[in-house]
């Protein structure tokens, strides 16, 4: 028997008042699934269905609360309201009954309508039911086809909650596989990001990609990358324990702006092309940003050096560490993966998590506009050049000071002036 006292049930914890909702309106989709699975959210996510006015209702408690307020399907009448710690959105019913509008979603276990009013359940496709049997059920195969991202969502949702494919559904999921290929790059590359993320994703984004439903987006991929992603995770906590500050580093996003971790960049390099000319095209079909792109590819391309090693002297590690600084910790990742030994990366590690180091966080001594000011020289390439081989210098032992700097700056011109 299913509980009803989840928190996102009762409207005392709402960010607005009941009062402001016709008596046969009612929640559904995540929300209540989460509820009844007694799964808490900081944060609430709420979703209403009304019989009528839906924008309007919507707008008129925006502005009571000095919320938030956007339309987000005109045609369909949905709008949301963003509270401080909530979103609520609101959606004019779809069909001349409740039943008729869940019968349009995607699973079941979201299928399951809640009146706050007369706090029972409305539940004509026994959602409850796959909850208790912890079942991912499609509600139909026309449901799927109609938005095929939801062939995605379905490994997703199996995932975060911990549930299993029903048999049913997972053979729709293979045959409807190719017409994830029509979906928007935007919503694929979203919908994939999840699972990226998720600790639990891993073992999902590999039965997606053998039932076909990834190998469009990825054509490149192949079985013994793609068994290899739940690896990553293990990886992960083996060099956190070993190196503790690195457990920070892999959960950081590669850029503030971005949602992709260190973790995640190496679960998705495990999907694209070892050639890095294919890789960029796929990871470009997805709509990736240029930053995320640029730390794919350092890491493709500066793997070999760590699968293949040879001897680095400083000026060979200077130049990897500036190329491959801001996405290390993700190499590191897919070098273990790869059966590299955790002592043969050790000093790279070292190296890496040593603030002072000046291979990997080099100091100059002198600045590029005191140069051109001691050695009138113009603005240009051939500054950056000339700093680069001061640093070079420098943690070569060979030059300390500013003096020497400009010292070695005058030799290191000489063959160059005419």
Same mark, same amino acid.
């Given at each position: 028997?299913l509980?009803?006292?989840g928190?996102?049930?009762?409207?005392?914890?709402?960010?607005?008042?009941?009062? +402001?909702? @016709?008596e046969?309106?009612?929640?559904?989709g995540?929300?209540v699934?989460?509820s009844?699975?007694k799964?808490?959210?900081?944060?609430?996510?709420?979703?209403?269905?009304?019989?009528e006015k839906? *924008?309007?209702?919507?707008r008129?408690?925006?502005?009571?609360?000095d919320?938030g307020?956007v &339309?987000?399907?005109a045609g369909?009448?949905?709008?949301?309201v963003?509270? /401080?710690?909530a979103t609520a959105?609101?959606?004019?019913?779809?069909?001349?009954?409740?039943?008729?509008?869940?019968?349009?979603?995607?699973?079941?276990?979201?299928?399951?309508?809640?009146n706050p =009013?007369t706090?029972?359940?409305? $539940?004509?496709?026994?959602?409850?039911?796959?909850?208790?049997r912890q079942?991912?059920r499609?509600?139909s195969?026309?449901?799927?086809?109609?938005d095929?991202l #939801?062939?995605?969502?379905a490994?997703r949702q199996?995932?975060?909650?911990?549930?299993?494919?029903d048999?049913e559904?997972?053979?729709?999921?293979?045959?409807?596989?190719?017409?994830l290929?029509q979906?928007?790059?935007?919503r694929?590359?979203?919908e994939?990001?999840?699972?990226?993320n998720?600790?639990?994703?891993?073992e999902?984004? /590999?039965?997606? +990609?053998?039932d076909g439903v990834?190998?469009?987006?990825?054509?490149?991929s192949?079985?013994e990358r793609?068994?290899?992603?739940? !690896? &990553? $995770? +293990?990886?992960?906590e083996?060099?956190?324990?070993? +190196?503790?500050?690195?457990r920070?580093?892999f959960? !950081?996003?590669?850029l503030a702006?971005?949602?992709?971790? #260190?973790?995640?960049?190496a679960?998705?390099?495990? =999907?694209?092309?070892?050639?890095?000319?294919n890789a960029?095209?796929?990871?470009k079909?997805?709509?990736?940003?240029r930053?995320?792109?640029?730390?794919a590819?350092a *890491?493709?391309?500066?793997?070999?050096d760590?699968?293949y090693p040879?001897?680095m002297?400083l000026?060979?590690?200077?130049?990897f560490?500036?190329?491959i600084?801001? *996405?290390?910790?993700?190499?590191?990742?897919?070098?273990?993966?790869?059966? &590299?030994?955790?002592?043969?990366?050790? @000093?790279?590690?070292d190296?890496?998590l040593?603030?002072?180091? @000046? &291979?990997v966080?080099p100091?100059?001594?002198?600045a590029?506009?005191?140069?051109?000011?001691?050695?009138?020289?113009s603005?240009?390439?051939?500054?950056?050049?000339?700093?680069?081989?001061?640093?070079?210098?420098?943690?070569?032992?060979?030059v300390?000071t !500013?003096?020497?700097a400009? !010292?070695?700056?005058?030799h290191?011109?000489k063959?160059i002036?005419?």
């Open positions: 028997m509980d009803l006292t928190a996102a049930l009762s409207p005392e914890t709402w960010p607005f008042d009941l009062e +402001w909702l @016709p046969e309106t009612c929640l559904v995540g929300a699934r989460d009844l699975l799964r808490q959210r900081d944060y609430l996510d709420l979703d209403f269905v009304l019989p839906a *924008v309007e209702t919507a008129q408690i925006a502005k009571f609360y919320a307020f &339309v987000l399907d369909r009448q949905i709008a949301r963003v509270f /401080e710690n959105d609101f959606a004019q019913q779809e069909g001349e009954t409740l039943h008729l509008d869940l019968k349009r979603r995607d699973f079941t276990v979201n299928a399951i309508a809640y =009013f706090q029972t359940l409305i $539940d004509p496709l026994e959602g409850c039911q796959d909850l208790q079942l991912i499609m509600v195969a026309k449901n799927l086809a109609d095929p #939801r062939l995605l969502r490994y199996a995932s975060q909650l911990g549930f299993t494919l048999r559904t997972q053979n729709t999921l293979i045959r409807l596989a190719p017409k290929r979906v928007a790059a935007e694929v590359r979203m994939l990001g999840y699972l990226l998720l600790p639990s994703g891993s999902a984004l /590999e039965k997606a +990609w053998k990834l190998t469009g987006w990825f054509p490149h192949c079985a793609v068994t290899q992603v739940h !690896q &990553v $995770d +293990w990886m992960a083996e060099l956190s324990d070993r +190196w503790p500050q690195l920070e580093y959960n !950081q996003p590669i702006s971005q949602p992709t971790n #260190r973790i995640s960049l679960k998705l390099i495990l =999907f694209i092309s070892p050639e890095v000319q960029e095209a796929e990871l079909s997805l709509k990736l940003s930053a995320e792109i640029r730390a590819i *890491v493709l391309q500066r793997l070999p760590i699968l040879q001897q002297d000026r060979d590690q200077y130049f560490f500036q190329a600084r801001s *996405v290390f910790p993700t190499l590191m990742l897919l070098a273990r993966v790869r059966g &590299v030994a955790l002592e043969a990366i050790a @000093p790279l590690c190296r890496y040593n603030p002072n180091d @000046p &291979v966080y100091q100059p001594p002198i590029g506009n005191t140069l051109i000011e001691s050695l009138n020289l603005k240009g390439k051939l500054i950056g050049q000339l700093l680069t081989e001061i640093q070079i210098a420098q943690i070569e032992g060979k300390s !500013q003096a020497e400009i !010292q070695f700056a005058q290191w011109l063959p002036k005419p």
